[in-house]
Nanobody, 123 residues
């Protein structure tokens, strides 16, 4: 069992930066892929980024490549999403999730989810 709690969201101006944290409890987090998803009002939840259990491989949505960086520290049971050059279209609730096995970009494959943290980017 893995429990996930996101933090670090907030209000930022376009062009600014935010760092999201995903704090995990449970022994299996270090063996899971960690992903970040987001959901804007009236839209479906979309994939943002994911990182392999050992941190050795990452995957990003095209919309955030070159602006966002995913990382993790298994010793601290924590994952991160560094978001730079933020745009108004990045406004959404951001969710951390953990995946035992499956397709990294598919939300339905993830086994555990956090409650989400709001990110708002003003123009």
């Amino acid at each position: 069992q893995v429990q996930l709690v996101e933090s670090g969201g907030g209000l930022v101006q376009a062009g600014g930066s935010l760092r999201l944290w995903c704090t995990a409890s449970g022994r299996t987090f270090s063996r899971c892929v960690m992903g970040w998803f987001r959901q804007a009002p009236g839209k479906e939840r979309e994939f943002v980024a994911a990182i392999r259990s050992d941190g050795g491989s990452t995957e990003y949505a095209d919309s955030v490549k070159g602006r966002f960086t995913i990382s993790r520290d298994n010793a601290k049971n924590t994952g991160y999403l560094q978001m730079n050059s933020l745009r108004p279209e990045d406004t959404a609730v951001y969710y951390c999730a953990a995946l035992a096995t499956g397709r990294w970009s598919r939300a339905l494959d993830y086994d555990y989810w956090g409650q989400g943290t709001q990110v708002t980017v003003s123009s």
